[in-house]
């Protein structure tokens, strides 16, 4: 027997391994447990509500609903599929780590190009849309919903730049408010339709049968459009806490729930409301439908719910796009302008700039028309899913995973793949569009790549990697990295670790009069740089405010008569990071003091004491010091 033929299947069991592994070097360090990462999740992918039911119905009327419940179906397959991307890649990537592996780099690259141009067309639809819900409030704003919509592009772009901590906290608050907002909707539609009504909803499903088989696998390709935002789903791996498996499949089944509850009803539900009030169709139709069965105070819920959650849809897609960015960089197709930041605190300014300006483009193009930029989405969104699928697909044949779920995967990748290049013909305009787009990007890939234009670094992903990578700074030879002092724990033996974010003597005293007490023969002194948004910079070294606190925190602990051990950390999260370090160390005790942070600060970035609490195992104990 030929020795190389399992090698497929070793190569990818070893991919597994390897997610695992690195899974369990960021244990405690990532910040989304399972409803946050599903508020992520939602916030891009339900928010199509909002959008769905107003382009659909002009572009198919009555039969909206039809397409978007078959469409449903698929959905469930192609989302079992990204939750698997999720566990293969913890690092990121999603779909282009994907792509990358089982078919290889240059058609990762590919479906990264195919992903932006999507992404792109995400951005100015959320905020159009937004701006279309403003204007029902206030129908004079209608006639300014570029304007508005342009500023919405500048204020996303902006945030972009500087990050948004807590982002996923605000979007939870925001997800349950607009569930909220469904939920009343539903109930007032409901209990004025009538028995006919009901019926109408059913008998539109048996008119597809009557369609020619392009135009229905047009309207099928416009339907996807109410699931566009499924890629969130696999590129937020990097920031799900662990267990990830677990966490992965809890995220998966609430968005599947919360979407199956809301999209396809609510879309049945709308339409059916616009033709028998004959609202017509409308960028705002879900407003115009609260006021005809609701009265005011109700549209002005969905308005108010859906405006918020569509701006920070918008701030997902950019972090979509960054997730991309970092994917195609690490395969070396990335050009150094995209990764160009002017502080280390700050996101990428070349990678936002391009796709702020690629979002202006397309909102002054199409004028503001969420139909036009819904009719450039299916060349891109569904290119990018039909490769992802496609590539897990190959995955599984590697492994010798060939029962029902590869079988499963066949069907979804078919009810990708024949929408996809139906839409070739049948939507010149999104050909048109997603081909130069998507060619641009390639051009300037490829160019990067033979070495003509210089090739840059985008940020990390993982608090691991920028750890590793910072430890070879300049600026980090006096402090040490969780994995240095692990290695150094047989020649510094301590059961104590006294975590700083500030100069401290006091808490240095406390915590070296324990050390001696307990025979140990030094101190680790921690300080964490806590990073905004979800992505780790390159060239981020510790920051000077920790330099001096660790500098200060040698000394007083030497003056105690205890040797210290500077240990500096980066993280989204202080007390998961801290956690981590003094389990991987060994400790038994933590020195931590009080904040004064007001409450705000503390909803959004969530407590230091209560997280690192949280994730300590029970043997150790915190110690709290004025």
């Known amino acids: 027997m030929d020795p190389g033929a399992d090698a497929p299947s070793q190569r990818a069991a070893r991919e597994i391994d390897l997610a695992e592994e690195a899974g369990a070097q960021r244990r405690g360090v990532a910040s989304l447990g399972p409803v946050l990462a599903w508020a992520f999740a939602f916030a891009d992918l339900g928010t199509s509500i909002y959008y769905v039911p107003g382009i659909l119905y002009r572009q198919v009327g009555t039969l909206a609903p039809a397409f978007v419940m078959i469409t449903t179906v698929a959905f469930v397959l192609v989302a079992a599929e990204h939750l698997e991307v999720a566990h293969r890649f913890p690092s990121g990537g999603g779909g282009v780590a994907a792509a990358g592996s089982a078919l290889g780099p240059r058609v990762a690259v590919l479906s990264g190009a195919l992903m932006v141009s999507a992404y792109l067309i995400a951005i100015a639809l959320t905020v159009v849309t937004a701006a279309h819900y403003l204007g029902a409030l206030y129908p004079p704003w209608r006639f300014a919903v570029r304007l508005v919509a342009v500023a919405g592009v500048l204020v996303v772009g902006f945030t972009s730049w500087t990050g948004v901590r807590g982002v996923a906290k605000l979007t939870l608050v925001a997800a349950l408010a607009g569930l909220a907002a469904h939920m009343a909707l539903l109930a007032a539609v409901a209990a004025r339709f009538r028995p006919a009504d009901w019926a109408d909803l059913f008998t539109n499903v048996a008119k597809l049968g009557?369609?020619?088989?392009?135009?229905?696998?047009?309207?099928?390709?416009?339907?996807?459009?109410?699931?566009?935002?499924?890629?969130?789903?696999?590129?937020?791996?990097?920031?799900?806490?662990?267990?990830?498996?677990?966490?992965?499949?809890?995220?998966?089944?609430?968005?599947?729930?919360?979407?199956?509850?809301?999209?396809?009803?609510?879309?049945?539900?709308?339409?059916?409301?616009?033709?028998?009030?004959?609202?017509?169709?409308?960028?705002?139709?879900?407003?115009?439908?609260?006021?005809?069965?609701?009265?005011?105070?109700?549209?002005?819920?969905?308005?108010?719910?859906?405006?918020?959650?569509?701006?920070?849809?918008?701030?997902?897609?950019?972090?979509?796009?960054?997730?991309?960015?970092?994917?195609?960089?690490?395969?070396?197709?990335?050009?150094?302008?995209?990764?160009?930041?002017?502080?280390?605190?700050?996101?990428?300014?070349?990678?936002?700039?391009?796709?702020?300006?690629?979002?202006?483009?397309?909102?002054?193009?199409?004028?503001?028309?969420?139909?036009?930029?819904?009719?450039?989405?299916?060349?891109?969104?569904?290119?990018?899913?039909?490769?992802?699928?496609?590539?897990?697909?190959?995955?599984?044949?590697?492994?010798?995973?060939?029962?029902?779920?590869?079988?499963?995967?066949?069907?979804?990748?078919?009810?990708?793949?024949?929408?996809?290049?139906?839409?070739?013909v049948t939507k010149w305009k999104s050909t048109a569009y997603g081909a130069a787009a998507t060619g641009l990007l390639l051009g300037v890939a490829l160019v990067t790549r033979r070495g003509w234009i210089r090739s840059g670094r985008f940020w990390f992903l993982t608090a691991a990697a920028a750890e590793q990578f910072a430890s070879e700074l300049s600026t980090a030879v006096e402090v040490l990295t969780l994995g240095e002092a692990v290695a150094l724990k047989q020649s510094y033996p301590s059961t104590t670790l006294l975590a700083l974010r500030g100069a401290n003597p006091s808490l240095c005293r406390e915590a070296a009069r324990r050390a001696r007490g307990m025979g140990d023969t030094a101190v680790y002194a921690i300080c964490v740089d806590e990073i905004p948004g979800l992505i780790f910079p390159p060239r981020r070294g510790p920051s000077p405010e920790a330099l001096r606190v660790l500098q200060n925190a040698v000394q007083e602990l030497r003056a105690a008569g205890m040797d210290a051990v500077p240990l500096w950390r980066l993280a989204h999260d202080a007390g998961a990071s801290i956690a981590e370090a003094a389990e991987e160390l060994g400790t038994s005790c933590v020195f931590i003091g009080t904040t004064q942070r007001s409450s705000v600060w503390h909803f959004l970035q969530g407590s230091v004491l209560k997280r690192l609490i949280a994730a300590l195992p029970d043997s150790v104990h915190v110690v709290i010091c004025q």
């Open 210 to 424: 009557q369609l020619r088989w392009t135009e229905a696998a047009s309207g099928f390709a416009a339907a996807w459009l109410a699931y566009s935002g499924l890629e969130s789903l696999s590129q937020i791996a990097p920031a799900l806490r662990e267990p990830r498996r677990r966490v992965i499949r809890v995220t998966t089944l609430l968005l599947v729930a919360s979407v199956l509850i809301t999209v396809p009803v609510l879309t049945a539900v709308a339409v059916e409301a616009a033709t028998v009030h004959h609202l017509g169709s409308q960028g705002a139709l879900l407003a115009a439908v609260a006021y005809d069965y609701g009265g005011s105070h109700l549209r002005l819920a969905v308005v108010l719910t859906g405006v918020v959650l569509l701006l920070l849809a918008a701030k997902v897609a950019f972090l979509g796009c960054y997730n991309v960015f970092q994917a195609i960089g690490e395969l070396g197709y990335l050009p150094a302008v995209l990764a160009r930041s002017h502080s280390r605190e700050e996101a990428p300014r070349g990678a936002a700039m391009v796709v702020t300006v690629g979002a202006l483009i397309l909102v002054l193009v199409t004028g503001g028309d969420p139909l036009m930029l819904a009719q450039l989405f299916a060349f891109g969104l569904l290119g990018s899913y039909t490769i992802t699928s496609v590539s897990v697909a190959v995955l599984r044949w590697r492994e010798k995973r060939r029962g029902l779920l590869f079988a499963l995967g066949i069907i979804a990748s078919l009810a990708l793949a024949v929408p996809w290049v139906t839409s070739w």
